[in-house]
């Protein structure tokens, strides 16, 4: 568990109330990654979400196959930031890897419980539903970016 305060501080819990902040500080912990550490797996069961408390996650994506780009970065995540949506969307497998570019520690909320609260409270499912939407087009705007000037 991590306390309700540090939730407090990220954005993505902005519009909920104290009640639903505690209940998500019940499912979450705090976990700290080595410089390179592996955070999770492309391709792995996606059951956690992360906010990075300190540090910073390199993403990357392989897609397999064979003439594949092993690693190609497709986004950076920084302190203050989610990553791990995958977890909250079926079919619940992350779609890149999350590599530490540095020492890195993260929230980790569980993913199939918070599916849980947001089943039984729409509201709080909305509201974080919105949040990480909007982080999720973030990172597609910033592969689109890569991808432009990759073809330039």
Known sequence: MVSPELLRRYPLFGSLNDEQ???IAM???EKSFSPTGIVFQEN???????IVVEG???????GGGEGAIANAPVGSIASGEVFGVSSL???FRYIDTAQCAKATTV???DANA???LCEVDHHMGYALMHLLLQA??????YTQIELASARA
């Open 136 to 141: 999720a087009l973030e990172r597609l705007k």
């Open 56 to 62: 910073d996650v390199d993403l990357m994506y392989s």
């Open 44 to 50: 792995t069961n996606a059951n956690k979400l992360y």
């Open 114 to 116: 918070l599916r849980a």
């Open 107 to 109: 929230i980790e909320i």
């Open 89 to 91: 969307l079926g079919p």
């Open 21 to 23: 902040i505690k209940a």
């Open 27 to 29: 499912i979450s912990n």
